[in-house]
């Protein structure tokens, strides 16, 4: 059953206008990340936000970025998330709260754990409660602090703020916005070497090549409470493990560089180590009547056993498990710790000479054994150690302090017998999608096709990129039962020049499918401008490239230049001095360029041009099917997309032609049914045409951006904003080898488009009604 948003039409009309437009755009994403249930609270959480009475921003902002951190961590911690928010209102300001609602996904994305994100706001609660002034600078940067700390660390942090700077307003907002040396102090002791959020696709990728499966991994709060962390430990089939690694250094800071073992060498241990419990434990054992020495014992022998038998495998896994273990202390042992340690060490390490009695008596009794498949062994070499570890003068075992102190080591509350599960629960547990979505091809749909009438929430949906007709109908199966692809949003981040930083995943791009119009006014576009498109086809064929070219006169090259031999044999037959240039050299003469055409397609473009009867769209589109045509004769690579957008939430992107699609008919009438609306914000539009540009394997990459006005928008005040963050992506793109020009219909653009794009990478047309002739003029200029 399909889920639309009609059935909630009456949660819908206690919306202001401007939420329920960003909840219709988003409404397709939301339906695929959250269920029935997740939808309900989705929207009744917008409706309890929207009677708080602070604003529309916190409801927009709500909806738009709500499917974004239930992507990451799952829909659970929606309600957790509204109810913080309802119970803060009364201690700061709405865009505080708009503020901690737009930074969610952030936060979900970087701690990667619903347990994480419910301790996150804990934190936000205390810094409300305690420096309420430091809480928008603090979530301002937000993004610097999650890269470098850990949830802990990130608490303790906080904390030393807090009470350093108690009664000091003007310090709370220094420290919290990164600007006061303490602050980066603070900021350099907490720190972690390695986190988990950074490395875990990898080591996913890792554990499936090394084991052939797949296996879930989940973050925990290791140092939340204190600094030594929390060992690994595996619950329902998921691998629980640090959220950061510092580098391990086995004899502290006089240990040398070679023998220092790096956050992700850790990271692999542990998993490696985890993973040969799940792979190599059929059953778990019984601890009645079992002392917590024997249990002790009992573990030790198992991670050895796992160990043995996941090293028969994967030799290399001994040397990096070996270098994670404490140095080998040979005196007498203080405690029952210390001979375990020594025990784990000596089983693991096959040329062990540990001198202890109790220790070598393990080893033996381990050796002995040549089926490791049962982990009964362990059992039973762990009741005999107990029985000669009772003859030792050592304290009483500890369980706090004797455990075993390899960083890698999982805590082995998977040995024991536990309650009851099934393999159902464990996938439960995990957040990843359970609803799969592919492109399949016509002869797939027709014969394999199980419920063509099945909705968003199906578990798998099946995409028909192209047309399939019905016989008996004449009309195709898209057409009858299909409906238009909606992409997943694309967030951008956006430069606020104000605070001099980067918004994260600020504004959000959707692409939408551009509806064909009539060819016929393609048609007559280029009867109209024949005259044009006979001036051009000289330049045009002036520019093709001619294969191999063949240089003369040249100091070395390929073969000899006979005509310029012979002219330096005459030379010094009549004693002059010869010309040295007498070789010749071929070069290939190839174009390895590639453009992107980058429409404005706001409503401006809808202006009729003075004194004519025609729009200034009417002219962009001319002078594109004018370039197009130009572009296809000379052959390089190129797509013609478009843009305009209703707020930084819903920046509409339109895609006429892509790099690695013809020039042709279907083309043309996208191009002809362009029509233009909205508004103008080109930064978040330059870096989604930025990001398709850097796909194309050219040396030379050219965005071109044809506008009629300067960049704007309708939730924006300050008409620097968006030239500030549009020039702060001209920038990017420049850096990434991407060369931004723009050609402006806007008679006063000489006020700022030089300051956006540089003194030589624009051009002002005077004359709009002379675009069709001067576009394909100046890109051949530019490209010669």
Request: glycine share 6%; with cysteine.
């Amino acid at each position: 059953m399909a889920i639309h948003l009609e059935d909630y039409a009456e949660i819908l009309e206690d919306l202001p206008h401007d939420a329920q437009d960003v909840l219709r755009a988003s409404w397709n994403e939301a339906a695929r990340v959250f269920s029935s249930r997740g939808l309900d609270n989705y929207l009744k959480g917008a409706v309890a936000l929207h009677q708080l009475g602070r604003g529309k921003e916190l409801v927009v902002t709500y909806l738009q970025e709500m499917p974004e951190m239930a992507r990451a961590i799952g829909e659970d911690n929606l309600p957790d998330l509204v109810s913080f928010l309802l119970s803060m209102a009364s201690k700061t300001s709405g865009q505080v709260l708009t503020l901690v609602v737009g930074t969610s996904p952030l936060a979900a994305e970087r701690l990667g754990d619903p347990g994480l994100f419910r301790n996150y706001l804990k934190v936000l609660e205390v810094m409300l409660g305690q420096a309420p002034r430091g809480l928008r600078p603090m979530l301002e940067n937000l993004d610097q602090l999650l890269t470098q700390l850990t949830l802990g660390g990130l608490r303790r942090w906080v904390n030393w703020g807090a009470q350093a700077y108690k009664t000091d307003f003007e310090g709370q907002v220094r420290y919290f916005s990164l600007e006061s040396p303490d602050s980066h102090s603070v900021l350099q002791t907490e720190r972690k070497g390695t986190l988990f959020v950074d490395i875990q696709r990898r080591l996913n990728i890792y554990l499936r090549a090394m084991w052939g499966r797949d296996f879930f991994l989940r973050p925990t709060a290791g140092d939340f409470e204190s600094r030594e962390g929390l060992k690994p430990y595996i619950e329902h089939y998921v691998i629980h493990i640090a959220d950061a690694y510092d580098d391990y250094r086995p004899y502290g800071d006089d240990t040398p560089d070679e023998a220092v073992v790096s956050g992700v060498e850790i990271y692999r241990a542990a998993a490696n180590h985890c993973a040969a419990h799940l792979v190599f434990t059929r059953n778990p054992l019984s601890m009645e009547q079992l002392d917590n020495t024997q249990m002790a014992i009992i573990e030790a022998v198992e991670d050895a056993r796992v160990e043995e038998l996941a090293c028969r495998q994967f030799p290399g896994m001994r040397g990096a498990w070996l270098k994670l273990h404490p140095p080998l202390e040979r005196g007498d042992p203080q405690t029952v710790g210390d001979l375990l340690n020594r025990l784990a060490l000596a089983l693991l390490d096959p040329e062990s000479d540990d001198p202890h009695p109790w220790v070598q008596q393990g080893v033996a009794l381990f050796r002995a054994e040549e089926d490791l498949s049962s982990n009964r062994i362990s059992w039973n070499i762990g009741v005999e150690l107990s029985h000669s570890l009772a003859k030792l003068p050592l304290p009483e075992f500890n369980f706090r302090t004797d455990g075993l102190r390899a960083i890698y080591r999982d805590d082995n509350r998977t040995v024991w017998e536990s309650e009851e599960y099934d393999v159902e629960t464990a996938l439960d547990a995990t957040w990843a999608p359970k609803q799969v979505r592919k492109t399949v091809s016509v002869m797939e749909m027709v014969n394999t096709l199980d419920y063509e009438f099945a909705g968003d929430d199906a578990q798998e949906v099946w995409v028909l990129p192209t047309e399939f007709y019905l016989d008996q109908e004449g009309v195709t199966i898209n057409e009858l039962e299909g409906k238009p692809p909606v992409s997943d949003p694309f967030h951008y981040h956006e430069w606020d020049y104000q605070i001099q930083l980067e918004r994260p995943s600020w504004v959000t791009v959707l692409e939408r499918r551009p509806q064909p119009g009539d060819l016929e006014r393609i048609e007559e576009i280029t009867e109209e401008h024949k005259p044009v498109i006979s001036r051009i086809k000289f330049l045009i064929e002036s520019m093709i490239p001619q294969g191999m070219q063949r240089l003369r006169r040249q100091e070395d090259g390929d073969e000899l230049d006979i005509n310029a031999a012979v002219r330096a044999m005459v030379d010094i037959r009549t004693g002059q001095q010869p010309d040295t240039r007498i070789m010749m050299r071929y070069k290939r003469n190839v174009r390895d360029l590639a453009v992107l055409v980058l429409l404005d397609m706001s409503e401006s473009a809808n202006d009729k041009v003075r004194g004519q009867d025609y729009t200034v769209l009417d002219l962009t589109r001319a002078a594109t099917v004018l370039l197009s045509d130009a572009l296809d004769r000379i052959g390089d690579p190129f797509a013609l997309h478009g843009f305009c957008s209703d707020g930084r939430h819903d920046v509409h992107y339109y895609r006429f032609k892509d790099f690695d699609e013809p020039y042709n008919d279907a083309v043309k009438a996208r191009l002809s049914g362009m029509q233009g609306a909205y508004s103008t914000r080109m930064g978040a539009a330059l870096r989604h045409a930025g990001m398709y540009l850097h796909q194309q394997p050219k040396n030379k990459k050219m965005i071109f951006v044809i506008t009629d006005g300067e960049p704007a928008d309708n939730d924006v005040r300050d008409p620097q904003y968006l030239r500030q963050d549009t020039k702060r992506a001209v920038e990017e793109l420049s850096r990434n080898g991407i060369t931004t020009y723009a050609l402006s219909l806007d008679p006063l653009a000489d006020q700022y488009v030089s300051r956006i794009f540089g003194m030589s990478h624009f051009t002002v047309l005077d004359h709009v009604e002379r675009l069709p002739e001067k576009l394909p003029m100046l890109y051949i200029g530019l490209t010669r």
